[in-house]
């Protein structure tokens, strides 16, 4: 599994940029950039998705989690039963995945989304927000995450 967010070439780079998402697993794939309107703030999203996956994934109570995209109408489902997560788009299975592949996969995120963080400001609240989910993600994740 793969998950990645990315920026148009080309662009200035700011705290509310914005890109696009792309979640790869196996032959299947969920894109925001098949539709312009679907663009969202990456910086802000992925504190959000990230944030929503580790409720989802620490909160035994708690049986799914939706993303929406930060100021986009992309959105998508991931849905826990009996330890197996699947993401929905649209009331349509998209794929299927494990707590481990999801936890690795926001990982790498995380890791190719720092590439970008040079160019905003660090006193900015949405870089202080990344920093916070980015650690919390590490801390509720690290037994994972350093295999």
Request: hydrophobic share 35%; charged share 25%; net charge negative.
């Amino acid at each position: 599994m793969k998950i990645r967010f990315y920026l148009p070439e080309g662009e200035e780079i700011h705290e509310y940029s914005l890109g696009d998402i792309d979640i790869c697993n196996d032959d299947k794939v969920l894109s925001s950039s098949d539709n312009a309107r679907h663009q969202m703030m990456i910086f802000i999203s992925i504190s959000d998705l990230s944030q929503g996956i580790e409720s989802l994934l620490t909160n035994d109570s708690q049986k799914n989690y939706e993303f929406i995209g930060t100021d986009s109408s992309f959105q998508f489902l991931i849905n826990r039963t009996q330890g197996k997560l699947s993401i929905t788009s649209g009331n349509k299975k998209v794929m299927s995945t494990t707590d481990e592949e999801l936890v690795q996969a926001l990982w790498e995120c995380w890791k190719d989304t720092e590439k970008y963080t040079e160019f905003i400001s660090h006193d900015s609240s949405v870089y202080l927000d990344m920093i916070d989910a980015k650690s919390s993600f590490q801390r509720a994740f690290a037994n994972i995450i350093q295999k």
